[in-house]
């Protein structure tokens, strides 16, 4: 019998050989696995030896941003989040060295739950049940931005002073690293971020990619785990909120509605609402970190445009996600009006 094939970028004889030595017992024998859907940016599978099943993430094939998919952060940060009420896997191992399986990677524990992308996916729930998933995806949030860095290890992990105004130039530098053609909004967005910066913020651990459907929820309606920690970092709280509610405005895929479509779910102003209730924090003014969020998205867009039309994606969904970006910078203006 012909062994399976190995999934895209997971070379699994590499990979058991590895586990073998760095994990002993974690698997044994052949290993299968089969890409998880959704996201964008990591590669993730869940890898079997027919027994125990774990998750494998790594960075996507060919071009990567720098600093976008770090393995050792995300590995980093869900290990010091363990016990903190923010729900996260459990970590296994991280191996740094990418002769491996072709990248640095992350092993960690597989949570059962269920990922909602769209209204499509939400409205079955019904509204009152969408609604409490939704408070609880923002309680969630509050108490992430709660955790005290130094207490679980993380005070090195960023430097929250002038944060905002770093990240401002950070994506206009992804920005100029991916994009494929000139759109001239990206300039006008950037010009505008850099004008409006706060003078001041205050400083928490971000997730920096906080949506709904980096979420598993289980049969209660209750976050069973926060996923796709790559990008965390010590920095302002106002950013994850705002890149929350526009991600949860844009349409989860061509011809599917946005999650804030769903029956039950909160408005953008409602969503800010209950955060300000739970965290205690002022989220007057939100226009700058809604321009930010836009850009932010405009450039891991292009990013993900970039090496689609470089046939360097794995999976389907990824031949329309360069027109969305002109729709993207445009927003981000808008928000700063």
Known sequence: MT?????????????????D????????GPLTARRLPGGRSNLTYAV????STVVVRRPPLGHVLSTAHDMGREHRVMSALAGTGVPVPRTHLLCADPDVIGAPFTVMELVDGASYAGADDLAP???????????????????????DPAAVGLAGLGRPDGYVRRQVERWRRQWEASKTRELPAADALYARL?????????????????RLDNLLVDGDDRVAAVLDWEMATLGDPLTDLALLRVYGERPAAPGRPPVAAAPGFPSGDELFERYAAASGRDVAAPGF????????LAAISEGIHRRHAMGRTVGDGFDEIGAAVPGLLDAGLAALT
Do not use: E, I, N, Q
């Not at 030595?21 to 044994?28: E, K, Q, S």
């Open 21 to 28: 030595a760095a994990a002993p017992g974690l698997l044994t």
């Open 194 to 210: 850099a004008a409006a910066v706060p003078a001041r913020s205050d400083a928490a651990v971000v997730h920096g990619d906080y």
């Open 48 to 51: 079997t030896d027919g027994a």
């Open 125 to 147: 729930l019904g509204p009152d049940r969408v609604r409490a998933l939704a408070d609880r995806m923002v309680a969630a949030l509050a108490a992430l931005h709660a955790v």
């Open 289 to 296: 970190y809604l321009g930010l969020a836009h850009f932010k």
């Open 3 to 19: 062994a399976p094939a190995d999934p895209p970028g997971l070379p699994l004889a590499a990979l058991a050989a590895h586990l």
